[in-house]
T-cell receptor
Framework: EPEVTQTPSHQVTQMGQEVILRCVPISNHLYFYWYRQILGQKVEFLVSFYNNEISEKSEIFDDQFSVERPDGSNFTLKIRSTKLEDSAMYFC?????????????FGPGTRLTVT | DAKTTQPTSMDCAEGRAANLPCNHSTISGNEYVYWYRQIHSQGPQYIIHGLKNNETNEMASLIITEDRKSSTLILPHATLRDTAVYYCIAKAAGNKLTFGGGTRVLVKP
C-alpha cells in the first residue's frame, strides 16, 4: 500500500541553524500539508500546498518557515533560523485531490530537537 | 469547523467492542465527521468518515445520529494495538484538519 515517507526520522540542530525536513507524498496525490506536534500537545496545522503554491497557512507559519516542491516527488519544509520552541514532531500529509471529500494520509513524522 | 467534544479517556477490554462517542451539536450540513487515531507519537492515521449515513470499513464502523449532532466510532473487536488517541473532527470537504485533545483509549488484556 502506498504511504507517505519522511526523512530524517530525527534531526538535532542548534538554535539559529537552518533545517530542511523532507517528505515524499503518495505519488498520485496533489494536495500537501505540514502539521506539527509539540510534545504532549495537540497536532497543529502549519500549511497546505497545492499547484505549487501555498493555499492556506496558520499563524505559526511565519517568515521563518517555507515550503517547496523542488521536483515531482519531494515536498520540503524549511525553517530558516530554528528556535528552541520549534522542537516538535513534524508530520507531512497528502491528499489525492482538493475537491470532493478525501482523507489525508500522514507520514511517520520527523522529530526535530533544537538545542 | 464545528466544535467536537469527546471523553478524555476510556478503557476497553481486548476482544470486546469499543464504542467511542463524539458530540458535534453545531455541525453544519456540509461538514463531514472524520475519525483519525494516533498511536504513540506516530503520524495520525485515517480511520473513517461520514456525512449522514452510517459507514463501515475494515477498521471500524461510524454511527451518526439522525440529527447529526453526535456520532459513535465502533471498533468491533479491540486489540492491544488499538491503544491510541482517537480524534473526532467535523469539517467541510477540502478544509485542513483541526485536532482537539481526542479520547485516549487503553485496551486492556
Amino acid at each position: 500500500e502506498p504511504e507517505v515517507t519522511q526523512t530524517p526520522s530525527h534531526q538535532v540542530t542548534q538554535m539559529g541553524q537552518e533545517v530542511i525536513l523532507r517528505c515524499v507524498p503518495i505519488s498520485n496525490h496533489l494536495y500537501f500539508y505540514w502539521y506539527r506536534q509539540i510534545l504532549g500537545q495537540k497536532v497543529e496545522f502549519l500549511v497546505s500546498f497545492y499547484n505549487n503554491e501555498i493555499s492556506e497557512k496558520s499563524e505559526i507559519f511565519d517568515d521563518q518557515f517555507s515550503v517547496e516542491r523542488p521536483d515531482g516527488s519531494n515536498f520540503t519544509l524549511k525553517i530558516r533560523s530554528t528556535k528552541l520552541e520549534d522542537s516538535a514532531m513534524y508530520f507531512c500529509a497528502s491528499k489525492v485531490r482538493t475537491s470532493g471529500n478525501y482523507e489525508q494520509y500522514f507520514g511517520p513524522g520527523t522529530r526535530l530537537t533544537v538545542t | 469547523d464545528a466544535k467536537t467534544t469527546q471523553p478524555t479517556s476510556m478503557d476497553c477490554a481486548e476482544g470486546r467492542a469499543a464504542n467511542l462517542p463524539c458530540n458535534h451539536s453545531t455541525i453544519s450540513g456540509n461538514e463531514y465527521v472524520y475519525w483519525y487515531r494516533q498511536i504513540h507519537s506516530q503520524g495520525p492515521q485515517y480511520i473513517i468518515h461520514g456525512l449522514k449515513n452510517n459507514e463501515t470499513n475494515e477498521m471500524a464502523s461510524l454511527i451518526i445520529t439522525e440529527d447529526r449532532k453526535s456520532s459513535t466510532l465502533i471498533l468491533p473487536h479491540a486489540t492491544l494495538r488499538d491503544t491510541a488517541v482517537y480524534y473526532c473532527i467535523a469539517k467541510a470537504a477540502g478544509n485542513k484538519l483541526t485536532f482537539g485533545g481526542g479520547t485516549r483509549v487503553l485496551v486492556k488484556p
